[in-house]
């Protein structure tokens, strides 16, 4: 290969890389082209029907999985969506937010954090989760507490407990 002369190279003298553009393939234009007769879509079907297109959701005769899948009835069953096999039935609280909204020594229940602004989805259970640093005692009544939080709830002199009635 030569070298590349610099004053041959400019916008006047680009071109696409070999091989990189192909000529477009011209249908039904005799035997002797190699695409006459039926033009490259075979022999008779759908396929060599004007205006057949393969659809992206057809399943060709497998059951469609729209029709598959179970249904979501009603507007809040949320239980029967599919899929669901890692959700969550807890609503979270972090520990820097307990040191965040309450004074050193409260009791801390699902009721006063929801006053709070935590835990404010109702009927669902409140775990404690171990974000983030605690220096106040408290006594926090939770449905369930992560291991690190209890250890750190406990370690600032505070107690872990369930939730009363």
Do not use: W
Request: aromatic residues 4%; glycine residues 14%; hydrophobic residues 30%.
């Amino acid at each position: 290969m030569s070298p590349i002369d610099p004053d041959q190279i400019g916008l006047h003298s680009l071109k696409p890389a070999t091989g990189s553009r192909h000529r477009r393939k011209r249908v039904g234009r005799g035997e002797g082209s190699g695409m006459g007769k039926t033009s490259g879509r075979g022999e008779k079907g759908y396929g060599a029907r004007s205006g057949s297109t393969s659809r992206s959701h057809a399943e060709g005769g497998q059951m469609p999985i729209q029709v598959r899948l179970r249904k979501l009835r009603g507007p809040h069953m949320k239980k029967s969506m599919p899929f669901e096999r890692f959700r969550t039935h807890t609503q979270p609280v972090n520990l820097r937010d307990l040191e965040a909204r309450f004074d050193d020594g409260a009791e801390i229940t699902p009721q006063t954090m929801a006053a709070a602004g935590l835990a404010t989805r109702k009927g669902i259970r409140v775990k404690v989760l171990g974000e983030g640093e605690l220096s106040k005692s408290l006594t926090v009544r939770a449905h369930a507490f992560s291991k690190s939080a209890r250890e750190r709830i406990e370690a600032a002199g505070g107690t872990c407990a369930p939730p009363e009635g």
